[in-house]
T-cell receptor, first 112, second 112 residues
Framework: DTAVSQTPKYLVTQMGNDKSIKCEQNLGHDTMYWYKQDSKKFLKIMFSYNNKELIINETVPNRFSPKSPDKAHLNLHINSLELGDSAVYFC???????????FGPGTRLTVT | QKEVEQDPGPLSVPEGAIVSLNCTYSNSAFQYFMWYRQYSRKGPELLMYTYSSGNKEDGRFTAQVDKSSKYISLFIRDSQPSDSATYLCAMNPSGGSYIPTFGRGTSLIVHP
């Protein structure tokens, strides 16, 4: 069974559209994350979220918003997509020890 | 200066070589030091983590932390073609709600 799964794996869309990426973890972890990895492989955290606290990286545009229907799911909604949003987006989860994160397979977003 | 510096490579070595991967950092508050391995088009997977200074060994992998020099290393003994991947270092001030800072990764190629 996949520990952290994401859908879709690939997403191609036009500028100005709104899209969502879904993430699910079956590890029983209480904290989930969204990362953006650019073309130079630089992995940058966007959000850290558990049922107590949402930590937002202040450099993330407010067009991006995490939505968590329950502890096992953290979806990423993106409004008014821009060309610069093209990247691979990774979901991750961890339990109390934040240094042990488990990553999903990634969603490759291409904005045309 | 970025908080975490890592040479992107690529680093190309013959099979069986000892590989040394390194990161430097500027934030003296970092306490947890992690190494992730990322295969092409996959999510990062945690290899090892260490707390504060010292060494940690796991099979062919050894992680070293020198906090006085703000320098961490990952050594791979008897490297195999299957070790070919991007290796990312990551650091965290504590095991609590802080979020990790990643290096940009070093691409390693082990040729037969």
């Amino acid at each position: 069974d996949t520990a952290v799964s994401q859908t879709p794996k690939y997403l191609v869309t036009q500028m100005g559209n709104d899209k969502s990426i879904k993430c699910e973890q079956n590890l029983g972890h209480d904290t989930m994350y969204w990362y953006k990895q650019d073309s130079k492989k630089f992995l940058k955290i966007m959000f850290s979220y558990n049922n107590k606290e949402l930590i937002i990286n202040e450099t993330v545009p407010n067009r991006f918003s995490p939505k968590s229907p329950d502890k096992a799911h953290l979806n990423l909604h993106i409004n008014s997509l821009e060309l610069g949003d093209s990247a691979v987006y990774f979901c991750a989860s961890s339990q109390e020890r934040v240094y042990e994160q488990y990553f999903g397979p990634g969603t490759r977003l291409t904005v045309t | 200066q970025k908080e975490v510096e890592q040479d992107p490579g690529p680093l190309s070595v013959p099979e069986g070589a000892i590989v040394s991967l390194n990161c430097t950092y500027s934030n003296s508050a970092f306490q947890y030091f992690m190494w992730y391995r990322q295969y092409s088009r996959k999510g990062p997977e945690l290899l090892m983590y260490t707390y504060s200074s010292g060494n940690k060994e796991d099979g062919r992998f050894t992680a070293q932390v020198d906090k006085s020099s703000k320098y961490i290393s990952l050594f791979i003994r008897d490297s195999q073609p299957s070790d070919s991947a991007t290796y990312l270092c990551a650091m965290n001030p504590s095991g609590g709600s802080y979020i990790p800072t990643f290096g940009r990764g070093t691409s390693l190629i082990v040729h037969p």
